[in-house]
């Protein structure tokens, strides 16, 4: 008999969840392996929780497609990952903090370096461990302003590197500022700059295994870039930027890639409403009814992750129909209009992110209309949307 101590386990009932596709993800994953041909490694980037999918799941369903490299941002994403059984090589794309060098070398991670500290701390713990060769990648800043070493700084680098007895020069890397814009002239600088990093690493007597510059965009556009290694992101969840020519947005030909969204986001009607013209919705009245209407109340709202700036302009899937957002979305309740949606009621089934007979609204509409990325959208789903994961 059970205890008034006792809790009992149970399922979240609230009606507002996501859905991912593990087979889209190994087939988005096998069609950027196929784009890049078998000689390039292809590092799989899980990092923000899989932007939002849920890393530990997306990483085993990418491991056991072939994934060999999986690419977080720091120790905390890695742990979850060791601790669930991955054993694919996971690269800290964003360093380390002083302390963690230990756990990185006992999980076997590959750590990103540009610092001498960087260099010394892993040596240290490395030596300590026993451990004869532990592999780090370089990064080198090449104009993006952000982390890695200055070429011109370089030298003191590589010399660290070459004087330590228990690292080895596994990888070269660089990020692109611009991959997505086809005329920015920043984008061959920094392909120069790394370029004379790499020859400059050759020079030292360091030859890395996995040289890597392209993200997504550059997976897409910049076939040069690819090289031994490339970090695929957002394109692994089905969506990519769109590529700009002359402040014109450019599309077609080779500056595609078939990928499929991974991801729908759905709920359920809570309530329906009915309102005669002139009523004023939601907070400060910014939607007032133009004629009678029926509108049907969401669970769902910005705590979910649903972007605020939807509000009013923003749509959802009832019933195999367009249904514009009216009104503000608030923490926890989002407003739709369903006049002339025929046979709405509570409990049926809304899309807010995904496809269905032949309607979509997906990240990029979202990111449009909030001035935002589908990065953004999708990483921004809160923890309150449980995820439920299909084969």
């Given at each position: 008999?059970?205890?008034?101590?006792?809790?009992?386990?149970?399922?979240?009932?609230?009606?507002?969840?996501?859905?991912?596709?593990?087979?889209?993800l190994r087939q988005n994953f096998r069609t950027v392996q196929k784009h890049v041909g078998a000689a390039v490694t292809v590092c799989a980037v899980v990092k923000a929780d899989a932007y939002g999918h849920g890393a530990v799941e997306c990483?085993?369903?990418?491991?056991?497609?072939?994934?060999?490299?999986?690419?977080?941002?720091?120790?905390?994403?890695?742990?979850?990952?060791?601790?669930?059984?991955?054993?694919?090589?996971?690269?800290?794309?964003?360093?380390?903090?002083?302390?963690?060098?230990?756990?990185?070398?006992?999980?076997?991670?590959?750590?990103?370096?540009?610092?001498?500290?960087?260099?010394?701390?892993?040596?240290?713990?490395?030596?300590?461990?026993?451990?004869?060769?532990?592999?780090?990648?370089?990064?080198?800043?090449?104009?993006?302003?952000?982390?890695?070493?200055?070429?011109?700084?370089?030298?003191?680098?590589?010399?660290?590197?070459?004087?330590?007895?228990?690292?080895?020069?596994?990888?070269?890397?660089?990020?692109?500022?611009?991959?997505?814009?086809?005329?920015?002239?920043?984008?061959?600088?920094?392909?120069?700059?790394?370029?004379?990093?790499?020859?400059?690493?050759?020079?030292?007597?360091?030859?890395?295994?996995?040289?890597?510059?392209?993200?997504?965009?550059?997976?897409?556009?910049?076939?040069?870039?690819?090289?031994?290694?490339?970090?695929?992101?957002?394109?692994?969840?089905?969506?990519?930027?769109?590529?700009?020519?002359?402040?014109?947005?450019?599309?077609?030909?080779?500056?595609?890639?078939?990928?499929?969204?991974?991801?729908?986001?759905?709920?359920?009607?809570?309530?329906?409403?009915?309102?005669?013209?002139?009523?004023?919705?939601?907070?400060?009245?910014?939607?007032?009814?133009?004629?009678?209407?029926?509108?049907?109340?969401?669970?769902?709202?910005?705590?979910?992750?649903?972007?605020?700036?939807?509000?009013?302009?923003?749509?959802?899937?009832?019933?195999?129909?367009?249904?514009?957002?009216?009104?503000?979305?608030?923490?926890?309740?989002?407003?739709?209009?369903?006049?002339?949606?025929?046979?709405?009621?509570?409990?049926?089934?809304?899309?807010?992110?995904?496809?269905?007979?032949?309607?979509?609204?997906d990240a990029l509409e979202h990111a449009e209309l909030a001035d935002s990325t589908p990065y953004e959208i999708l990483c921004n789903i809160s923890k309150r949307v449980p995820r439920r994961y299909g084969s």
């Open positions: 008999m059970a205890t008034t101590a006792e809790t009992l386990s149970r399922v979240a009932t609230r009606p507002t969840w996501a859905e991912v596709s593990l087979t889209r990483s085993r369903a990418l491991e056991s497609e072939g994934a060999r490299w999986l690419g977080v941002t720091s120790l905390d994403e890695a742990i979850p990952l060791r601790d669930a059984g991955i054993q694919s090589t996971i690269l800290l794309m964003t360093g380390f903090w002083r302390g963690e060098e230990t756990e990185i070398i006992r999980l076997r991670l590959t750590p990103t370096v540009w610092e001498p500290w960087h260099i010394d701390a892993l040596e240290k713990a490395a030596s300590a461990m026993g451990v004869a060769r532990h592999p780090v990648h370089l990064k080198v800043d090449s104009g993006m302003g952000r982390l890695g070493v200055a070429v011109d700084e370089l030298p003191a680098v590589l010399t660290a590197l070459t004087d330590a007895k228990h690292l080895v020069l596994d990888g070269l890397s660089t990020h692109l500022a611009s991959s997505e814009i086809m005329d920015a002239p920043s984008v061959a600088d920094q392909e120069r700059k790394f370029e004379e990093a790499l020859r400059m690493a050759r020079g030292a007597g360091l030859e890395p295994a996995f040289v890597h510059v392209a993200n997504t965009g550059a997976v897409i556009s910049r076939r040069g870039t690819w090289h031994s290694m490339v970090r695929p992101g957002v394109a692994l969840y089905g969506y990519y930027l769109p590529f700009q020519r002359a402040g014109r947005e450019v599309s077609g030909g080779t500056l595609r890639l078939p990928v499929k969204p991974v991801l729908t986001w759905k709920t359920r009607i809570l309530s329906m409403r009915n309102f005669a013209a002139n009523q004023a919705l939601g907070y400060g009245g910014t939607y007032v009814t133009k004629a009678p209407a029926q509108v049907a109340v969401l669970p769902v709202g910005y705590a979910d992750g649903y972007n605020r700036q939807l509000s009013n302009r923003g749509r959802v899937i009832v019933r195999d129909h367009y249904a514009p957002i009216v009104g503000r979305i608030s923490m926890d309740l989002t407003l739709v209009d369903v006049t002339g949606i025929p046979g709405t009621s509570v409990g049926d089934e809304v899309i807010l992110l995904g496809s269905g007979d032949g309607l979509s609204v």
